[in-house]
């Protein structure tokens, strides 16, 4: 019996690993911050991003614009624009979400003004609690003043974050903020034809590069 059973023990082991190897797997690092994600269709890409090439979820959520509350959707941005690139974060992120939106800057400035006016960059709080329409603006805006900031309620962001396989929790945190969030630090790629077409794990994350992805999309 035994041998049975490490029989089975085995092939459940191996079967496991095949399953990781088709879907991937999530590692965080010291934080607790999410920084590797499936690397989708597993297809040898052209781009420097992770090709992905689903659909992308269509998310309703509200900003403020010139003082007043705002609802925005994808579909709406990519009537107006061909490339949305997506961030999840928090405004009092102490250090992975400026790192992420200084990338997003200094990519969006790599392009020409026609490119740019092509791209619109998007930041969506996982701290809907603290993080109103007016403050996550102002956050996204302090970044560049075409960057737009988005959020909702606990259930809207939840639904949003389930949609983009984005985790996120809260932990305690002995500083005056109260709390910390750990989060998925993706950066999403997301295309006119209403796809994630590239996904940029923070290894990924190099400005020039994910320049050149764009301009190639946008080609």
């Not at 992420?100 to 809907?128: C, G, H």
């Not at 790629?189 to 940029?200: A, G, P």
């Amino acid at each position: 019996m035994k041998g049975v059973n490490m029989g089975k023990n085995l092939l459940i082991a191996f079967l496991f690993l095949i399953v990781l190897t088709v879907i991937g797997c999530e590692q965080r690092d010291g934080s607790g911050v999410i920084v590797y994600s499936p690397e989708g269709k597993g297809i040898k890409s052209e781009y420097n991003g992770i090709y992905y090439d689903k659909p992308a979820y269509n998310f309703c959520l509200k900003t403020q614009e010139n003082g007043r509350e705002k609802t925005l959707c994808l579909k709406d941005m990519l009537r107006e624009k061909d490339i949305v690139l997506l961030f999840f974060g928090y405004t009092h992120c102490p250090d992975v979400c400026p790192a992420a939106m200084y990338v997003l800057q200094k990519t969006v400035n790599k392009l020409d003004k026609e490119a740019r006016n092509r791209v619109q960059v998007v930041f969506i709080s996982v701290d809907p609690e603290r993080d109103t329409p007016d403050k996550v603006s102002q956050y996204a805006e302090y970044f560049n003043e075409d960057f737009i900031g988005l959020t909702g309620t606990p259930e809207e962001i939840k639904q949003v974050a389930k949609a983009y396989k984005v985790f996120y929790q809260k932990v305690k945190n002995d500083g005056s903020e109260g709390y910390l969030v750990d989060h998925t630090a993706l950066i999403y790629l997301i295309t006119k034809d209403e796809k994630i077409k590239l996904i940029y794990s923070v290894s990924k994350q190099k400005p020039e590069l994910m320049a050149k992805d764009i301009k190639k999309l946008l080609d």
